[in-house]
Structure formats: C-alpha cells, structure tokens
T-cell receptor
Framework: DQQVKQNSPSLSVQEGRISILNCDYT??????FLWYKKYPAEGPTFLIS?????DKNEDGRFTVFLNKSAKHLSLHIVPSQPGDSAVYFC????????????FGKGTSLLVTP | DGGITQSPKYLFRKEGQNVTLSCEQN?????MYWYRQDPGQGLRLIYY???????QKGDIAEGYSVSREKKESFPLTVTSAQKNPTAFYLC??????????FGPGTRLTVT
C-alpha cells in the first residue's frame, strides 16, 4: 500500500526556469517530509525537509511547500540548472515508526540548456 | 573521513547461497536502516535498528536477517529464502532525528 505517491515519473524543464515536483501522501500520522536527490547506482542525497507544523521551508534554490489539508507537498527549484538533472524522491516519516522513511517512486527531472 | 561505507559496490551470487552486505558508519549515529530499490521503484524498508542489540522488521523483511552488535555496524544477510534478491541495497543512518543519510549502495545480482 503506497502511502507516498509521486504521480509524475518524469519532468523536463529548461535551464533557468522553475521546476516543480509534486508528492501526495495518505497517512495523517506523518510528522516530517523529506526530499532526496539520486543519481543511478548511488545513494540518495538529502536535499530539504519540512515539519508537519510548517507550510514552507526554504534553502537556497530549493523550497518545499506543504498543504496538510490536501495531503500534498511540492519541491520548487528556482532557477533550475543542468546539474539538477536526477531522480527526486519524496519521503515521509513519523516518530512512532522509528523515523523509518516511506518513499515515493521518484520523479526523473531533466534540465535542458 | 566521516561517512557511511557499504562494501562491495557490486556483488554476484548463485541462487541458493546466503550473502552478507556490509554497512559501517563512523558518524556516531544511533539509528541505522536498510532499504532496497528495484528498477522504477522507490526505496522500501527491510530492517532498522535504533540502538545496539535491538532491531525491527520493516515492510519487506522476509528472507533477510540483520544484527547490531556494534554501534558502527549493521550487516544485512540476504538468505536463500528471499525470492527476488537481485536489487540495489542501501544503508542509511540517523543521528537522533528524522534526517537519514545514505551510503553509496551495493548492487546484488543473484543468478
């Protein structure tokens, strides 16, 4: 039962424009949401996170928005750069699970020059 | 040089053999996790440990076993009971909160 869903398998954006990656979840118990960036045959790299008590968190070019009523979050990358091309995973967790992460299936982002 | 080490990067085994994947960390993190990734899929939790000598099953623990005898080490054994063992295996650690940091992974191929 997939509790975290990324419904767009791929996204293509021009360099300099905004990339918006979306994620939906079903479990109301999730306390924290994370975004990871991953290249093939490598471990995921932590990007940014947000607590369920906030609706926005920003770190440089990366901003995550959380809409709890819609059970939806999004990652905005502005401006997008070719080096941002990778697979992005949304993950969610809660304290009582030992902070074990539930992952979406990922969105492959391609930033073209 | 701090970090998480997984060795080897690539591992090949014959069907019916048990194989143990290594995960070592020098970050002094209490919690350690094992995930597997299959093509086109997200990461799925196999086992996790929040403290030495204690561990819990994740969503897909069948056919796997772990031990946590030392804080630095959390080896994963893929047994012959695991029906589809070929996958990319990832180890992660966390230092007391929800942010997990991943090792480079081990690609296991069983033929």
């Amino acid at each position: 039962d997939q509790q975290v869903k990324q419904n767009s398998p791929s996204l293509s954006v021009q360099e300099g424009r905004i990339s918006i990656l979306n994620c939906d979840y079903t479990n109301s118990m999730f306390d924290y949401f994370l975004w990871y960036k991953k290249y093939p045959a490598e471990g995921p790299t932590f990007l940014i996170s947000i607590s369920s008590i906030k609706d926005k968190n920003e770190d440089g070019r990366f901003t995550v928005f959380l809409n709890k009523s819609a059970k939806h979050l999004s990652l905005h990358i502005v401006p997008s750069q070719p080096g941002d091309s990778a697979v992005y995973f949304c993950a969610a967790t809660f304290v009582r699970s030992g902070y074990a992460l539930n992952f979406g299936k990922g969105t492959s982002l391609l930033v073209t020059p | 040089d701090g970090g998480i080490t997984q060795s080897p990067k690539y591992l090949f085994r014959k069907e019916g053999q048990n194989v143990t994947l290594s995960c070592e960390q020098n970050l002094n993190h209490d919690a350690m996790y094992w995930y597997r990734q299959d093509p086109g899929q997200g990461l799925r939790l196999i086992y996790y440990s929040q403290i030495v000598n204690d561990f819990q099953k994740g969503d897909i623990a069948e056919g796997y076993s772990v031990s946590r005898e030392k804080k630095e080490s959390f080896p994963l054994t893929v047994t012959s009971a695991q029906k589809n063992p070929t996958a990319f295996y990832l180890c992660a650690t966390a230092g007391g909160d929800y942010e997990q940091y991943f090792g480079p992974g081990t690609r296991l191929t069983v033929t």
